[in-house]
């Protein structure tokens, strides 16, 4: 018999998470704004690209009254969040698009890129580290684990460039960069999933070694434990008691790791999507950062941190649904 789900202590986990992510939008939205306006970079000298190397100063400071940076940045901040709560994200100087619709042109392409890499990473690492945890001190294990750490010290773009060079470059197998091929001007399914093989590849690669470690670490201690010991004494298969009791007991504290990891998913994300041209948020976070554009900056920073606020929701929702002895008390 299926045991049912606590849908009252997960709504209510869930209402104490929205609660507790309204300040911290609101700070963060606000240092957004206070990082930008120290910034050293010129908004309006960005905004007016070349034209703004002979422009007068007089122009420029009407610009500058247009464009609005020449307000208090209270002011400014406090005007784009209630704009934002109505819906509102503004418009965007640098790309001379509503932000709305730069997000939205872009996010769908970094949430496939993402979400691709992160499924690879949690299935390709929870094999090896059950293989690995079920014969520790093995030659299988020291192979395993020595990658493992490798890959933790490799950095995402190093990683990126070595897959562009082999795969792309070498071996001729895969494209380089990009969405589509080189003078194709329909963007099919075939050929965004040719293009999105080397970045999601990479990224997942990135983000392997967490998972791998963990997994093994988690199943090796329960195959110890006295409930997996007596599921061997009973005569259960091997396969039947490394998936279906080690595996389960071990893999806890990965679900907390799925919501920790997010932070670092988005920063590998921006610097895979850089490298392979992935027509993502990468290229607008950067020009956004690099101009000053204090609405897309705010509102890409909300997303990112809406994002890690989502994946610990997710983890403690999963965690809570796994151990019912923890609950939904976080």
């Not at 049912?4 to 709504?11: E, S, V």
């Not at 009407?62 to 901040?77: A, C, F, H, K, Y």
Request: neutral net charge.
């Amino acid at each position: 018999m299926s045991r049912r789900l606590p849908w009252g202590p997960m709504a209510r986990l869930t209402g104490r998470r929205i609660l507790f992510a309204v300040p911290v939008l609101a700070v963060v939205t606000f240092g957004v704004f206070a990082v930008a306006a120290a910034s050293p970079f010129d908004p309006v000298r960005a905004y007016a690209g070349t034209a703004g190397l002979t422009a007068s100063q007089e122009n420029l400071d009407q610009l500058r009254e247009n464009l609005g940076v020449d307000r208090p940045l209270t002011g400014r901040w406090w005007d784009w969040l209630t704009s934002a709560l109505h819906g509102d994200l503004g418009d965007s100087a640098v790309m001379r698009q509503p932000v709305a619709q730069v997000i939205g042109e872009r996010l769908g392409w970094s949430v496939l890129l993402a979400a691709t890499a992160f499924l690879a990473a949690i299935v390709v690492g929870t094999l090896l580290g059950v293989l690995a945890a079920r014969r520790r001190g093995s030659p299988l294990d020291r192979a395993v684990t020595s990658l493992a750490y490798t890959l933790e010290a490799a950095p995402p773009f190093w990683l990126g460039l070595l897959a562009v060079w082999l795969f792309a470059l070498k071996l001729g197998v895969l494209p380089a960069g990009g969405l589509t091929d080189t003078g194709s001007t329909t963007v099919g399914a075939g050929q965004v999933l040719s293009h999105l093989v080397l970045p999601a590849g990479v990224l997942a690669v990135s983000q392997l070694p967490w998972f791998v470690l963990y997994v093994r670490q988690g199943v090796g201690e329960a195959l110890d434990e006295d409930p997996v010991r007596g599921a061997k004494a009973r005569g259960l298969a091997q396969r039947t008691v490394l998936f279906g009791h080690a595996l389960r007991s071990g893999t806890l504290p990965v679900l907390t790791l799925i919501g920790s990891r997010v932070p670092e998913l988005i920063t590998g994300a921006l610097l895979v999507e850089t490298v392979f041209s992935w027509p993502g948020i990468a290229a607008a976070t950067v020009q956004a950062a690099t101009s000053v554009d204090f609405s897309l900056l705010a509102a890409l920073t909300v997303l990112a941190t809406c994002a890690v606020l989502a994946g610990n929701w997710a983890a403690d929702l999963l965690y809570g649904l796994a151990d019912p002895r923890v609950g939904f008390d976080g």
